[in-house]
């Protein structure tokens, strides 16, 4: 294998950022002071020894808390019992179904009728939503039952 420049560039570039990352390893360390004298004299001191001092000795500033040590946040809060709920009052009852448009002659009928804010297209024994069965449509009107009971929707006249 011929060595020519263009090969030696990877090589070189990787061996320039190891040195610039050696370097900088090094000055770091130097000046946090782990490679110094005297943290080598240190050597067998706990880095932890204050902390279990303070541990071990009893404060008065922390307060007297009964809790599980084994449960997740504070301990609970007493449980307060809520008033009792108010009764709501029953919402109102919907109004009734009313003819927007009815189509009729002497073979078919249909009737677009308006039940719930809803616009619907119904012909004889469809079921609107809510339970009402269309029992019969005429020229003047449409019968509706729901669970015995009988509505009779007429047209309106001019001017209603």
């Given at each position: 294998?011929?060595?020519?420049p263009?090969r030696?560039i990877?090589p070189?570039?990787?061996l320039?950022?190891?040195?610039?990352?050696?370097?900088q390893?090094?000055a770091?360390?130097?000046?946090t002071?782990?490679w110094?004298?005297r943290?080598?004299a240190?050597?067998?001191?706990?880095p932890?020894?204050?902390?279990?001092?303070?541990?071990?000795?009893?404060?008065?500033?922390?307060?007297?808390v009964?809790?599980?040590?084994?449960?997740?946040?504070?301990?609970?809060?007493?449980?307060?019992?809520?008033p009792?709920?108010?009764?709501?009052p029953?919402?109102p009852a919907?109004?009734?179904p009313?003819?927007?448009?009815?189509?009729?002659?002497?073979?078919?009928?249909?009737?677009?009728v308006?039940?719930l804010?809803?616009?619907t297209?119904?012909?004889?024994?469809?079921?609107?939503?809510?339970?009402?069965?269309?029992l019969?449509i005429?020229?003047?009107?449409?019968?509706?039952?729901r669970?015995?009971?009988t509505?009779v929707?007429r047209?309106?006249?001019?001017?209603?």
């Amino acid at each position: 294998m011929k060595l020519t420049p263009g090969r030696l560039i990877g090589p070189l570039v990787s061996l320039l950022v190891l040195v610039v990352v050696l370097v900088q390893t090094g000055a770091s360390l130097r000046a946090t002071g782990a490679w110094s004298r005297r943290a080598a004299a240190a050597g067998g001191r706990n880095p932890y020894e204050r902390l279990e001092r303070l541990l071990a000795s009893p404060g008065t500033d922390a307060p007297a808390v009964n809790r599980d040590p084994f449960a997740y946040g504070a301990a609970p809060a007493p449980v307060v019992s809520a008033p009792a709920p108010r009764p709501r009052p029953a919402p109102p009852a919907p109004a009734p179904p009313k003819i927007i448009a009815l189509v009729a002659d002497s073979r078919s009928a249909s009737a677009i009728v308006r039940w719930l804010g809803r616009d619907t297209t119904v012909r004889e024994a469809d079921t609107l939503p809510g339970g009402f069965v269309v029992l019969r449509i005429t020229s003047e009107e449409v019968v509706l039952q729901r669970g015995g009971e009988t509505i009779v929707l007429r047209v309106p006249k001019k001017g209603d």
